[in-house]
């Protein structure tokens, strides 16, 4: 049955009409995709349309009347190669099948009955029997038994046909101009190894779809579009049935112009060399055609559901033994198992990705340990990625270039600079340029542990790369960083080179360059030039704003600029904030303008603030060196509460101003505390310690 294909392909797309029941586009499906159709298709009555190509014309009789069908002799040469390769993989499968029947057969009498089998089918489709040869009911010459294994040998021959020309249009798409430009892409931007071949076979099979897709559009058009036929009409007497509707139809088989040309392309196939190209060839389709995932039904099915619900704290291990006793996985029945749990049970997907990265049958490669160090770098899980990079090594398997580009990433983030370090260098010394995304992560890596230097380094490195535009939160970074070292010359710089970037300075950039003048106290006129560009582009500054400006002129202390500045800002209603007010009293407090000082503090208990620790500070600093004892006890109070938030520089002024107003014994017991959390007190503030030890002896001697 499966032959009728062979030979219905060469004339039913030249028929168009039989009693007046137009040709289905079921038929010409067969004709044009090479479709195999199962034995019931070809039995149902409704289904059996018979036509047959002849060199006179295609006959079916109807009663009294016939049909007579004008034949065109087309795409000879096409089918007779179709034929060929027919006959040459039937040959090849019927030698197995007879050599395993027939063992002690030797190869003249496999290559005898051969022969007659072949004739025989040759026969049928050339001779007047092709329906007996299709109907199961009627054996001739054969015992049922070898036309059965006629037809499903045929039927596999059909289907490897089938499968060898989708298989030929796959690579004609590997090899196309689109998948050649993204694949090359993929590698410039480090995907390697398995990843890229399935992203290449992935991207190919979508072009195939895509081709098969518009073809069948593209048929269905030509179909509508195609017009009736033009028949010619015949009429044929018979005594037995005039004009009966329900007669059967008479089949008279053709006249096949020229002979089957039985050629297995000039070789002799029965050679068992040619078994062994066989199975290579067969290999090698494998690797185009990945194989799929073993159904899963019964107790292996309802062990896969267990496995998928279970919960976090629960240990699979027993589960997954179970399943692989059941199932006899190979790595695409887990990786199938692994994409059920990423999509309904993420949890518990890390656990058993990292469980079967020691099963054999997993065939566990490089690719399997990134993808489940990235899993786990995207939640900050480091000590899992520790533990699998552990496993990585015992194993003596290194880490891909995407494995070491999240590693940069994961310990960036975390603020571990030294192995965020050492991740980026391996990327280079393997070849690899890192992209903006691994530049950006080591850049904010150094900023976040105050070292500008390192990341302007980097962002220059970048820059000069011509590949890659450093996004404007990156420049304002770095420009931060160097503001906050009080590095106004590198901020200065970075702002430029942000500028010839393509970035405007806005309200950010000139905030930290206000910030960064400001705490070098030597260039309050760029400082205010930056601060009366916050007010061109429109924008009040804020109260932090302010307070940095003011810091700038109490460092060359500038009283009447400052002063002026705040009319200003008052004048056009901008009013300051207590941020303002801390500098303030931090700049009167070293005047000893004690009186302003304490009502600008008044402002604080208006607004029911308290006063930050930096105004603890400057009050503690303010009333030592006046020698009020009260207020000084009472703002020591305060400042030695909090003494785990004090720097180095905040316990020398509190020491300083302690011993120039005489309160030597706390001074003494403050240099204690500074001690013990592990600062080293500077050589000024060491004098000025001795000095104070000596003259309290001297008086005590006096005295």
Request: charged letters at 30%.
């Amino acid at each position: 049955m499966y032959l009728k294909h062979l030979l219905s392909r060469l004339t039913i797309r030249h028929v168009s009409k039989l009693n007046r029941v137009r040709t289905t586009s079921y038929y010409r499906e067969i004709c044009t995709s090479s479709h195999i159709h199962t034995r019931d298709s070809f039995t149902n009555p409704r289904n059996r349309n018979r036509f047959f190509h002849s060199s006179q014309g295609t006959v079916s009789n109807d009663g009294a009347k016939g049909v007579e069908f004008v034949s065109v002799k087309s795409e000879e040469d096409e089918d007779e190669a179709v034929m060929n390769d027919f006959l040459s993989r039937f040959v090849w499968i019927m030698r197995g099948k007879l050599s395993a029947v027939y063992r002690e057969a030797d190869k003249k009498e496999i290559d005898a009955m051969l022969q007659i089998i072949v004739g025989k089918v040759v026969a049928e489709m050339e001779g007047d029997r092709l329906e007996s040869f299709i109907d199961m009911s009627v054996q001739e010459d054969f015992s049922e038994d070898l036309w059965t294994t006629v037809r499903e040998v045929s039927g596999v021959v059909l289907e490897d046909m089938k499968k060898a020309k989708k298989k030929e249009k796959m690579k004609s798409f590997l090899q196309s101009e689109e998948v050649k430009e993204m694949t090359r892409f993929a590698g410039e931007i480090g995907i390697r190894g398995d990843m890229l071949r399935e992203l290449r076979f992935k991207w190919a099979r979508e072009k195939l779809e895509d081709s098969e897709f518009y073809e069948s559009l593209e048929r269905m058009r030509k179909d509508a579009m195609e017009p009736e036929p033009e028949v010619k009409y015949q009429s044929h007497e018979r005594s037995d049935h005039a004009g009966g509707e329900g007669d059967d139809q008479v089949v008279s088989l053709p006249k096949r112009s020229g002979k089957i040309k039985y050629n297995i392309y000039g070789l002799d196939l029965s050679k068992p060399k040619w078994a062994e190209v066989a199975e290579q060839i067969h290999e090698a389709g494998g690797s185009i055609w990945p194989q799929e995932p073993k159904p899963i039904s019964g107790k292996c099915k309802n062990v896969t559901e267990k496995i998928v619900s279970l919960q976090v704290d629960d240990d699979p291990s027993a589960l997954i033994a179970e399943w692989i006793e059941l199932l006899q996985p190979s790595r695409v029945d887990w990786l199938a198992l692994l994409d059920r749990l990423k999509e309904q049970n993420h949890q518990m997907y890390l656990k058993v990705a990292e469980l079967v990265l020691d099963e054999e049958s997993f065939e566990t490669n490089v690719r399997d340990y990134s993808q489940l160090v990235d899993a786990h770098a995207k939640h900050d899980q480091l000590d899992d990625v520790e533990r699998i990079l552990k496993k990585m090594n015992e194993k003596g398997i290194m880490p891909d270039i995407p494995m070491k580009t999240t590693m940069v990433h994961m310990y960036s983030k975390a603020g571990n600079l030294n192995l965020a370090k050492e991740a980026f260098e391996s990327l280079r010394r393997q070849g690899f340029q890192p992209d903006i995304k691994v530049y950006s992560s080591m850049i904010m890596a150094y900023v976040n542990v105050d070292d500008p230097k390192s990341a302007d380094f980097l962002l220059r490195e970048l820059s000069d790369t011509k590949k890659f535009k450093p996004s404007e939160d990156l420049f304002l970074a770095v420009i931060r960083s160097y503001a906050l070292n009080g590095d106004a010359t590198g901020s200065s710089r970075i702002l430029k080179s942000m500028e010839f970037a393509g970035y405007q300075a806005g309200l950010e950039a000139n905030t930290y360059l206000v910030e960064a003048y400001s705490r070098t106290g030597h260039h309050t006129d760029d400082a205010r030039k930056h601060f009366d560009e916050i007010m061109k582009l429109g924008t009040k500054p804020d109260d932090k704003i302010i307070a940095r400006m003011i810091a700038a002129y109490a460092v060359k202390n500038s009283l009447d600029k400052a002063l002026q500045l705040l009319l200003q800002l008052e004048k056009d209603g901008i009013e300051y904030g207590l941020a303002t007010c801390a500098v303030l009293i931090d700049w009167l407090g070293k005047l000893q303008l004690i009186d302003e000082a304490e009502d600008l503090l008044g402002k604080f208990t208006e607004k029911g603030v308290s006063p930050s620790l930096d105004v603890h500070i400057s009050l503690c600093d303010m009333y030592a060196r006046a020698r009020e004892e009260k207020k000084t006890l009472q703002a020591l109070g305060v400042v030695e509460a909090n003494k785990d938030k004090l720097t180095q520089g905040d316990f020398e002024r509190v020491i300083n101003a302690l011993i120039h107003g005489g309160f030597n014994q706390d001074g003494e017991r403050m240099h204690a505390l500074m001690t013990a959390r592990g600062f080293t007190a500077s050589e000024g503030l060491n004098v000025t310690l001795k000095a104070s030890q000596t003259f309290s002896r001297r008086r005590s001697h006096t005295k």
